[in-house]
């Protein structure tokens, strides 16, 4: 769908560079956007630790902005994790049309589904949902649900499963070994005949 963002909404965009934040917390509810290309990443700071803690990643076809729907300020910041393209979409009475509401409901239940699920389990079980899940969002965006890119550092995977770098890393590698994944720089392929009771 968002393919058709510029027909459905309007023909706004905006070019986000890497590093560069889309909106900042606390910042005064603008409208929201949809991602045309890249990939974002969601993070508030976090005082006692004197680091951010990442809440999520968005990929083309995702939402951001839905945050403020409530108080009408962002609860977090958005950060561009490559070049990225979004399309504006205005408030919610001028996105609220169509198959885009039903994306606002599906979307917002799966954030938090995500949410839930992202710190459950042990290391190995963190990780491996973590790929399960991103595969089945470029399934979903009609691309391969085997080969994945990673826009995404495995530091910023440690730290939104809340696990260490070094954990990440050996984790990995023992999917690796166990040919659940090969993983050459931001390429991962998913093994097509492992299942979730295998790891």
């Not at 929201?32 to 006692?48: P, R, T």
């Amino acid at each position: 769908m968002w393919r058709h963002c510029r027909q459905e909404v309007g023909t706004v965009t905006r070019t986000i560079q890497k590093g560069e934040s889309l909106f900042a917390c606390a910042q005064t509810f603008q409208g929201l956007f949809m991602v045309l290309s890249g990939s974002f990443k969601s993070h508030v700071a976090l005082e006692e630790r004197d680091a951010d803690m990442i809440l999520g990643f968005s990929l083309p076809g995702e939402l951001l902005g839905l945050d403020a729907l409530g108080e009408g300020r962002h609860q977090m910041t958005v950060t561009a994790l490559e070049h990225a393209e979004v399309c504006c979409l205005g408030s919610v009475r001028d996105a609220d049309k169509g198959p885009l509401l039903e994306q606002f409901s599906v979307q917002m239940v799966r954030e938090r589904l995500q949410a839930r699920h992202a710190l459950r389990g042990n290391a190995v079980e963190r990780l491996w949902w973590f790929l399960q899940d991103l595969s089945a969002r470029y399934a979903g965006l009609g691309m391969s649900r085997h080969t994945l890119r990673l826009p995404m550092t495995q530091t910023e995977i440690a730290n939104y499963l809340d696990l260490t770098h070094e954990t990440v890393c050996r984790v990995m590698r023992r999917f690796r070994d166990r040919c659940m994944v090969m993983y050459e720089h931001n390429r991962l392929r998913l093994s097509q005949t492992v299942r979730s009771d295998g790891i």
